[in-house]
């Protein structure tokens, strides 16, 4: 069966949410936005490409910073309303230039950084 973009359940601003997750690692990287456009031009050019909704524009991941995210595998959750980007990461996958962005953990009721920033 052929993908059809138009079968997948956005939500009322015209995004999906897109998790991407290390392919070789399975490590969770980040998550982000992605529009019907975004979604085709991701799988069109195999570069990872988001929805920025703070700049209303589309966000080539690693454009600016150099941490490309190059497409392995694009998946879609059973609802049709969530998607599962396999990237390789080059570089960090966060803007405060950590691995993943969700180095925050909560323990015991308290925040806990669990990963430093990468050294520049």
Known sequence: MEFDVSSLRFNDQGLIPAIAQD???G???MMAWMNAEAV???LETGR???WSRSRQAFWVKGESSGHV???VEFRVD???DCLLVLVDQ???ACHTNRRSCFYTGVQ???EVELMAPVAS
């Open 27 to 29: 490590e969770v990287l």
């Open 69 to 71: 995210q190059t497409l």
């Open 23 to 25: 392919a070789a690692s």
């Open 90 to 92: 080059t570089g960090p």
């Open 40 to 42: 085709a031009r991701t």
């Open 48 to 50: 990872v490409i988001y």
């Open 78 to 80: 059973c609802d049709r």
């Open 108 to 110: 015991d009721g308290l």
